[in-house]
């Protein structure tokens, strides 16, 4: 049985943050991961566009070459969106797909000694985002939480943050991205509350 009231990280530990654009970037959530834990080096693996699918193939230079003792996985919104509206000349990634291809992040980072990994849901759309996708997403986090049981991962489920932070508001109305995917700084800062939180590294 894993015991996740335990902190995720030790002191020395090599964190690596492997998403798409919602962790690309100097000033996401990864910066706010860094302040707070400065004895762990935490590594920005994020890039614009990136599906599960893409990520593998770019796991061993964004990852492993690294040697990490930990990998966040926080991919989601892509994968919900590709095939359809005005990504619909992508091939479509099914929501079993995305699980399978959580689960192979993780194997393929364990065959190399990873030990640690962390799941984040996907982050919910609002606004334009919304009105384009709909709930599309939603199957998605469900996807994430059976990855997470799978690998024993820690599970970070923002897309309770999203609805928590949203407090009702309508999908229609921006309230915590500036675009309807991109969370706003205030919300990056959240965002990595809600890591620190999942991961016992708050205490």
């Given at each position: 049985?894993?015991?996740?009231?335990?902190?995720?990280?030790?002191?020395g530990?090599?964190?690596v943050?492997?998403?798409?654009?919602?962790?690309?970037?100097?000033?996401?959530y990864?910066?706010y991961?860094?302040?707070?834990?400065?004895?762990?080096?935490?590594?920005?693996?994020?890039?614009?566009?990136?599906?599960?699918?893409?990520a593998?193939?770019r796991?061993e230079?964004?990852?492993?070459?690294?040697?990490?003792?930990a990998?966040?996985i926080?991919l989601?919104?892509?994968d919900?969106?590709?095939?359809?509206?005005?990504w619909?000349?992508?091939?479509?990634?099914?929501v079993e797909?995305?699980?399978?291809?959580?689960?192979?992040?993780?194997h393929?980072?364990?065959?190399r000694?990873v030990?640690?990994f962390s799941?984040?849901?996907?982050?919910?759309?609002?606004?334009?985002?919304?009105?384009?996708?709909?709930?599309?997403?939603?199957?998605?986090?469900?996807?994430?939480?059976?990855?997470?049981?799978?690998?024993?991962?820690?599970?970070?489920?923002l897309?309770?943050?999203?609805?928590?932070?949203?407090k009702?508001?309508?999908?229609c109305?921006?309230?915590?991205?500036?675009d309807?995917?991109?969370?706003?700084?205030?919300?990056?800062?959240?965002?990595?509350?809600?890591?620190?939180e999942?991961?016992?590294?708050?205490?």
């Amino acid at each position: 049985m894993l015991d996740f009231s335990q902190p995720f990280l030790e002191k020395g530990e090599k964190l690596v943050c492997f998403g798409d654009s919602l962790t690309a970037g100097d000033s996401s959530y990864v910066s706010y991961l860094q302040a707070a834990l400065p004895d762990n080096e935490i590594i920005n693996a994020g890039r614009g566009g990136d599906k599960t699918t893409w990520a593998l193939t770019r796991l061993e230079e964004a990852v492993l070459s690294h040697n990490p003792d930990a990998v966040l996985i926080f991919l989601g919104a892509n994968d919900a969106a590709v095939g359809r509206a005005v990504w619909a000349d992508e091939p479509t990634v099914t929501v079993e797909a995305y699980r399978c291809n959580l689960v192979w992040i993780a194997h393929l980072c364990r065959l190399r000694g990873v030990k640690k990994f962390s799941i984040a849901t996907a982050f919910g759309f609002e606004g334009p985002s919304y009105i384009e996708q709909g709930k599309i997403i939603e199957p998605y986090y469900l996807a994430a939480r059976e990855a997470a049981d799978e690998i024993g991962a820690r599970l970070v489920p923002l897309d309770v943050l999203f609805e928590k932070l949203r407090k009702g508001a309508s999908l229609c109305d921006l309230v915590v991205t500036r675009d309807g995917t991109h969370p706003l700084p205030e919300t990056q800062k959240l965002i990595a509350d809600a890591m620190l939180e999942a991961w016992a590294m708050n205490k």
